[in-house]
């Protein structure tokens, strides 16, 4: 069997999103909910969650998720793992049998500190020796898969619907401040349970819905910077092209966004001098790593949730407050269906740039 | 008749609307279920809720009034008939009408009326109470498009690109303000009030809505239509 990266995988799909700007917890039920009523904007063939602040009693250490094919993939990237870093606790995560999910890798989980003697001597921040380590299992380790690397977060994904995803990890026992979710409509799939959303480096993680046409050219420039594109799935390479630009280059996300989902010349052209200056410069310096085809995508990272969609708007997305809570949705109705009463709900311009962030993050008022 | 959609599936719901004999049903809970009403032609459908994707595709008669938003592609394909939203409308609305009336309370979103076409006594219309998104009449090959911009939020009567490709039809927007970058083959004039059968389908929508209708007949309007009937003369074939 073709595994993903293997060959071409175009996607439909569904997202949603929720945070708590106050910082309250809430369980992944709501999620699961939310993405059940878009059903049928996937096929069965992928879903997944990711989770903020949902390991409290572990948030100084990297959780790492992985999958195994068998033991010896296990065996190898545990030798790596102990060469790299301190194990401070590993479990394989606790699922629920599902009739539907079928065909589960061996799934474990670590709380992980890199070691200060191997971080200092490789002359590198922290954050990036483990994305590097990550980056190393994934591309060498064969049967070994790292899907999770944050802290203090979490991506749950496999092969199925998403309501059975949750379900079979249990995240209604999980309980966190933020949650994105994805549900999988690929017309063409190897079944692979690396290739669901969301995708993650270090706490980034994207759930994408759409298909970009500018994938090979976004590729091309990413690997100069020692990114292994190793999935050949959009939703990877946005994952890199967003952290290279705000982590490697220190962008803010407002920033990012104007090079993802650049402005056409012509709207750039009737701005305000000050914007249409910053637009243009953005443009003009990172011309590669614009993204052009149908997307919307949620990134959810420490402390907030972005949702941009592309400047055609030709994928949907649903933003709506509630309280101290925000909701980002293919559908309104998958927003509805965890909260009918909403204070304020609209649907962001092609290319607008959304963000919800903690209020004690300073996070920009909407 | 009186069907609880909480927790029913796209097709058993549209089962149970195409099942029954009466002509009004009334659809309470309605959640993200979606085609609801696909090429009725003879009922009046009343929902509650926030319908799914494809609202009244096909529609071929009757009516359906929605008390709440609706989402992407309502009135897809749609024959004759009538959609009412008692709220505001996601993107593509009146995709590809043939015929037949949306009225929406509130805004829309990209790309309503995309390539709506008229052909004889077939004259589709939509009439938006706030404003739109980008794409507005995209590929328009007839009928009618009315934008009243009663929205409060500040925001332009259209978003960009309005009228690309347009080749039929007309659009009527209540501003003195062109929209901008308005393409080579799409005039815009002001038209002081609007004429009487551009006038009845704004009657229509106020008294759907509960609004006076004075204030809005009585001001202009800036009419958009292309410049040739038959832009693509001789391009494909001798016509």
Redesign the interface.
């Known amino acids: 069997m073709l595994k993903e990266g293997q060959f071409r995988n175009p996607s439909g799909c569904a997202v949603a999103g929720v945070i708590d700007r106050s910082g309250g917890k809430m369980s992944g039920q709501g999620m699961i909910d939310a993405i059940a009523?878009?059903?049928?904007r996937s096929n069965g063939l992928g879903g997944g969650f990711a989770g903020y602040g949902i390991y409290p009693h572990y948030s100084e250490f990297y959780a790492f998720h992985l999958f195994y094919d068998g033991k010896s993939a296990q065996t190898e990237a545990e030798t790596f793992i102990t060469r790299h870093f301190e194990i401070v606790y590993s479990s394989e995560i606790q699922t629920r049998k599902i009739p539907t999910v079928t065909d589960e890798p061996l799934i474990f989980r670590y709380f992980l500190a890199p070691l200060p003697q191997k971080l200092s001597r490789s002359h590198l921040d922290e954050r990036e020796y483990v994305a590097r380590c990550v980056n190393r299992i994934n591309a060498r380790i064969d049967g070994a898969y790292v899907f999770s690397s944050g802290k203090n977060m979490g991506i749950f994904k496999g092969v199925g619907y998403p309501e059975d995803i949750g379900r079979f990890y249990r995240l209604e026992e999980y309980e966190g401040y933020a949650w994105t979710c994805h549900g999988r409509y690929p017309t063409n799939t190897p079944g692979w349970w690396g290739g669901a959303h969301p995708f993650g480096l270090l706490d980034f993680s994207v759930v994408h819905n759409g298909e970009i046409s500018s994938y090979d050219a976004n590729r091309r420039y990413i690997e100069m910077f020692g990114y292994k594109c190793t999935l050949h799935t959009d939703t990877e390479v946005i994952t890199y092209i967003i952290d290279y630009l705000v982590r490697r280059r220190g962008l803010t996300l407002e920033e990012a966004a104007h090079v993802i989902a650049a402005s056409f010349w012509?709207?750039i052209s009737?701005k305000e001098p000050a914007a249409r200056e910053q637009e243009t410069l953005l443009r003009r310096m990172f011309p590669s790593l614009l993204v052009t085809g149908p997307f919307s995508v949620i990134l959810g990272y420490t402390g907030g949730l972005m949702v941009i969609g592309d400047r055609?708007?030709l994928r949907?997305a649903?933003c709506a407050q509630k309280g101290d809570v925000a909701y980002i949705a293919s559908?309104?109705?998958?927003i509805?269906?965890i909260e009918p009463d909403l204070d304020r709900?609209w649907?962001p311009?092609?290319g607008e740039l959304v963000i919800f962030e903690l209020y004690d993050r300073g996070g920009l008022a909407q | 008749m009186y069907i609880d959609a909480y927790g029913m599936e796209s097709r058993a719901l549209n089962d149970a609307v195409r099942a029954c004999g009466e002509h009004s049903i009334t659809i309470a809970h309605c959640i993200g279920q979606r085609y609801l009403g696909t090429a009725l032609s003879d009922k009046a459908l009343s929902i509650e809720g926030t319908p799914g994707n494809a609202l009244g595709a096909y529609l071929n008669g009757g009516s359906i009034r929605v008390h709440g938003n609706v989402q992407e592609a309502t009135g897809d394909t749609m024959n004759s008939g009538e959609i009412a939203v008692f709220g505001s409308a996601g993107d593509a609305t009146g995709y590809a009408m043939r015929g037949g009336k949306i009225f929406v309370e509130g805004d829309v979103g990209y790309r309503c009326g995309i390539h709506i076409k008229a052909y004889r006594e077939n004259k589709p219309a939509i009439v938006i109470g706030g404003r739109t998104g980008s794409f507005l009449g995209e590929y328009q090959a007839g009928g009618t498009i009315i934008v009243l911009g009663l929205h409060t939020d500040g925001l332009p009567i259209v978003g960009n690109f309005c009228g690309t490709g347009m080749h039929g039809g007309e659009m009527y927007l209540r501003t003195a303000q062109v929209p901008a970058r308005l393409p080579v083959q799409v005039r815009a004039e002001r038209v002081a009030a609007l004429p009487e059968d551009a006038a009845a389908l704004v009657r229509e929508w106020c008294a759907l809505f509960g609004r006076e209708e004075g204030e809005l007949l009585r001001c202009a309007y800036l009419r958009l239509t292309p410049d040739s009937s038959n832009p693509y003369h001789q391009m494909y074939v001798g016509n």
């Open positions: 009523v878009m059903h049928d012509s709207t009737g055609l708007k949907s649903v559908e309104e109705s998958a509805r269906r709900v649907s311009a092609g």
